[in-house]
């Protein structure tokens, strides 16, 4: 397409296009590899359109295709899918295009590259990266939160403006990296790396705002999943939006839906905790109030008590009583003395009676020999022997004459 042109001499649009076309139009067929990004089956119409897109270089080019061609791969393709194409390039003069014309599509798996990302998983899950066990529990106020994330991105300044108006006094240490690409992978595990080797960050936010499966292939890379699982600091993965679900999220610590929701789980909202321990408060306060009435309740109850009000009043009923018994007991006490001492008084009288006393009253006297033995008989003493004669003002000593005189005397 070699032509002369000058300034002065140029050739106009619609010329260049035509030779464009002409050019291209020589071109032969091509097999091309990429993802679907975009997929347009309009009804009733002949012809699909498609987007073909290489993640790795941010490239993107059209793709027609008749309905028949699509068809036989409908049921297996769709957007974000990669695939294989046939097609021939071609160039659309009117807007000067260029797009290819496919006449045959072939899937790639589920794209094949998902299929192999299914198998990552299984196999990452099977040695535990994955499980909850594993996982650390994020700080209730973070002092310094690390975040990686695109140059001025859209997910930096959610994060960044969410968090400090929940709570203005965080502190964040940002890492810009690409998100996207051949070097997302090395420059997002080297900034958490980074991040988790300095002591006074508390969690690591990694954070992207959505986009394609492929543009989310960086944050399935093993060699990432494997530098996250390393972290003694808390991760939390803020990739995308709901649907969108790469291996960060299984192996990070929390998973937030979209960086605004991470921002939200990670810091706390100022006016919550303040309403938080308001409401604490109240219902300490109310906690007390209801301890202390019931106390005075109770108090008031146990004062009402007869036993309270009128104290005395058990010990008048117990002092009657013990009165009584008192005085019940020396009646009984008396009684017992009076039989006692009529009981003493009669035995003293037969005592008297009976004693030998009385008999020397009478005038009798009682005879003992020298050793107080009681002279009985007249046999038991000798003429002569003295004895001991006792009476009842005292006692004397008599001497026995001859026995026959003493028997005379006696008849």
Excluded at 54 to 78: G, K
Aim: a neutral charge; charged letters at 25%; one cysteine or more.
């Amino acid at each position: 397409m070699a032509v002369n042109t000058s300034a002065e001499s140029p050739l106009p649009v619609g010329e260049v296009s035509r030779l464009i076309g002409g050019w291209i139009d020589r071109l032969g067929a091509v097999w091309v590899e990429g993802q679907i990004t975009q997929l347009s089956r309009r009804p009733g119409a002949g012809v699909v359109f498609l987007t073909l897109r290489d993640p790795s270089y941010d490239i993107s080019i059209n793709v027609t295709c008749y309905r028949q061609v699509f068809d036989a791969v409908a049921d297996v393709v769709s957007e974000g899918a990669r695939v294989v194409v046939h097609a021939k390039p071609e160039w659309y003069a009117p807007r000067g295009q260029l797009s290819l014309r496919a006449v045959e599509i072939r899937p790639v798996g589920v794209g094949e590259l998902l299929a192999r990302l299914e198998q990552l998983k299984k196999s990452l899950a099977a040695e535990g990266l994955f499980a909850l066990e594993r996982k650390k529990p994020l700080p209730f106020l973070p002092q310094l939160i690390g975040l990686v994330c695109g140059r001025a991105s859209a997910a930096e300044r959610d994060v960044l403006e969410n968090a400090r108006h929940r709570w203005p006094a965080v502190r964040f240490e940002v890492r810009n990296v690409p998100v996207q690409g051949v070097h997302a992978v090395p420059q997002v595990v080297q900034a958490v790396k980074e991040l988790d080797a300095l002591d006074d960050v508390d969690v690591i936010i990694v954070a992207r705002g959505g986009g394609s499966v492929e543009d989310l292939l960086p944050f399935s890379d093993e060699q990432l999943v494997r530098a996250v699982a390393a972290c003694r600091t808390p991760v939390v993965s803020a990739i995308g939006h709901e649907p969108d679900n790469p291996l960060l999220d299984h192996v990070a610590d929390l998973r937030a839906s979209t960086p605004t929701d991470a921002a939200k789980k990670v810091v706390p909202d100022v006016g919550e905790e303040v309403q938080r321990v308001q409401a604490l408060r109240d219902r300490a306060r109310r906690c007390v109030l209801a301890l202390v009435e019931r106390e005075e309740r109770g108090l008031a109850h146990a004062l009402a008590r007869p036993s309270i009000q009128h104290p005395h009043r058990m010990i008048d009923e117990r002092s009657d009583q013990v009165s009584a018994l008192v005085d019940r007991g020396r009646r009984t006490l008396g009684h017992l003395l009076d039989r006692a001492e009529s009981e003493l008084t009669h035995t003293h009288a037969r005592v008297v009676a009976l004693s030998p006393a009385a008999t020397l009253q009478r005038g009798y006297a009682v005879l003992q020999k020298p050793d107080g033995h009681v002279v009985r008989t007249p046999d038991e003493v000798t003429a002569g022997e003295a004895l001991r004669a006792r009476v009842a003002e005292g006692a004397f000593t008599v001497h026995v004459e001859k026995a026959e005189q003493a028997a005379k005397a006696e008849k």
